[in-house]
């Protein structure tokens, strides 16, 4: 009998005072993957609490929690263990102060191209599609970010 596990992921969209929304494209087990910030849910920790951390972790800012976007659904097996079933909380979040990272225009612009590298970008929300996003689950909100904004 094989293990079956869930993995929790947490990710916030992020607006600013443009319209456009962050993304972060990432090298993840030798793949190119645009997706939202963020990232797993650590044992002990809420959710929260878990993209708080990630943004200080991916982007060294603080962040405040706005509202829920998103839960999960439907049943997506994770891209990179078929026993993970994915479960995935979206926030919308918004920076404590004047939030300065450094971004780019060009998708997957890294500079070294080694696991778990990143790099940021701002997408206009009315070009926004789901195809902008490589996992399934980041693909949904991309559409339904395209349904409330386009």
């Not at 940021?120 to 926004?128: D, K, P």
Request: hydrophobic letters at 35%.
């Amino acid at each position: 009998m094989t293990d079956r596990h869930f993995n929790v992921r947490v990710y916030g969209i992020m607006i600013n005072d443009r319209n456009q929304v962050l993304v972060c494209d990432e090298l993840i087990k030798g793949h190119a993957v645009t997706k939202f910030p963020g990232g797993g849910l650590e044992y002990g920790e809420g959710t929260l609490d878990c993209i708080k951390r990630e943004f200080m972790e991916e982007t060294n800012h603080e962040i405040e929690v706005t509202e829920h976007f998103y839960t999960t659904d439907f049943f997506q097996a994770s891209a990179y263990n078929a026993a993970h079933q994915i479960i995935s909380i979206y926030y919308m979040v918004k920076p404590k102060g004047e939030f300065r990272i450094k971004t780019t225009e060009t998708v997957f612009d890294f500079a070294n191209a080694v696991n778990y590298e990143q790099t940021f970008r701002w997408i206009n929300l009315s070009e926004i599609t789901e195809e902008h996003f490589t996992l399934p689950i980041d693909r949904v909100i991309g559409r339904m970010l395209e349904e409330k904004y386009a």
